[in-house]
């Protein structure tokens, strides 16, 4: 592992997240791993059957699947995504539902 201080073991901290997830009432949990003055990313892990409820799109971004799949929904499309799924978020109001216990990494523009 490199010595790098801000290095980190996405696959091990993923694992943990699902873990953590189970205790909590949102069935789901999440923690910011780099942000900056121009970007955030978060993991995010959901337990199958949650749901990040309709918001609002970042100025840009990306979903990537580290595990399990779910589904990213517009009012108007959606889209099945699996574990090594990458994609860029949608310019328009959007949910994820996990269809079983998903591990996401949410990185997005701020500014």
Sequence with gaps: MSEHPTVTAVDALAAELLDE??????RRTAR???????????LIAMLTGTELAEHD???????HVLGGS?????PSRQW???EGDLVPL???RHSVYALTDA????????H
């Design 103 to 110: 591990t996401l990494l949410l990185t997005v523009a701020l």
């Design 57 to 63: 799109s970042p100025q840009a971004g990306t979903l």
């Design 80 to 82: 099945e995504l699996a």
């Design 70 to 74: 779910v589904l990213l929904r517009t």
């Design 90 to 92: 949608p310019p328009e």
């Design 21 to 26: 997830a189970e205790s909590h009432s949102a």
């Design 32 to 42: 910011t791993l780099v942000s900056g003055n121009s970007l955030r990313s978060t």
